[in-house]
């Protein structure tokens, strides 16, 4: 079977030679395939997050998945996850999207504008009939001029490979806190990179954990969940505190020490382990609410999406989906 690349170069070597009105034709007819395969694209990922399939593969958000199973970049990730989750909301906008009326770009520019307005799905109808057909620079002009906190979408830009170019929108308050940063420091002439690299490090250095004291615990090799094995560690016997859902110090640590401050989640098909180092939660194999215990062997350090997936795994969908943001 041909490989994808050897079809590619065979197709580029005959478009060389076709008439000019066939390559004419063919180019529409690409397009055409292209837009049909972007909404086709969208509902996929829509059936994907009502699934939550992108948590069962590994990935910590649907965004993540986008960006690295499907290997679009951040932006374009970006895009077709707003995409979506506005046509989702608004059945209207799919309806725009395949009569081409509405691209992906504007769309997605929709979308975050209805996000940061809170806008009623009546309202953004009213929004979409305004700006469909419209170019993508004259839909950004009636989002602004509509936009009750009007501002960019923040830029990083690479300038070397040791430096990039941040470019955001504050408002005053934020100038404030960096005059004050100033001020505290005794340097007016303290450098944005400086002001924002203090603030940060403070931030960081007050949240990030701190070390526990304790005896040193070995490390465990990460298995599969439902595989995972307690160190040989000599542990206090098990014991469930009535109704309290305290984890004790020593057992959080011996935890983390195993999860390395990652989340735990294996994809069972792939083995892909979850990558996210971001507000993890211990969460237990057998629930607490079914009388797990706070045991080593029953807790295991999970991302917020994937706590969420255990949750719906245990409980149901149904009776989960007043505490889910859907």
Known sequence: MPSKNSVYNTRMKNLT??????????????????????????????????????????????WEYVHKALQYSESQAYDRVSAMRLMVRVPEVKTELQSGKLTLTTTAKL????????????ETVS??????????REVERVLVSQSTEPRKPDRVKAVTPELARITLDVDQEFLKLVQKVK???GNSALSHQDVFKTAMQDYVKRRQPKPEKHEPVAA????????????EVKTTPEKQVT?????????RTMVRVRSEQRC??????????????????????????KGGAHTFQNLRHYCKAHNTL?????????????????
């Open 264 to 289: 735990e989640y294996a994809d069972p098909v792939t083995k892909r382990r979850c990558e996210s180092k971001s507000g993890l939660q211990f969460d237990h194999i057998n629930p607490f609410a």
């Open 310 to 326: 255990a949750a719906i795994e245990q409980f149901g969908g149904a009776k989960m989906r007043p505490y889910l943001k859907l």
């Open 183 to 185: 001020d505290l420091k």
């Open 220 to 231: 465990v090799p990460l298995q599969a969940p439902a595989l995972l094995r307690a160190p």
């Open 17 to 62: 030679s076709i008439p000019n009105e066939l390559l004419h034709m063919e180019t529409l007819q690409a397009a055409s395939n292209e837009k049909a395969a972007t909404l086709i694209l969208l509902e996929h990922l829509a059936e994907i997050d009502r699934r939550r399939l992108y948590a069962m593969r590994g990935y910590a958000s649907l």
């Open 127 to 136: 929004l979409l009939r305004e700006i469909s057909g419209k170019p993508s």
């Open 111 to 122: 979308g975050a504008h209805v996000r940061r307005e809170k806008l009623r799905p009546e």
């Open 243 to 251: 109704k309290s859902r305290y984890i004790p110090m020593n057992i």
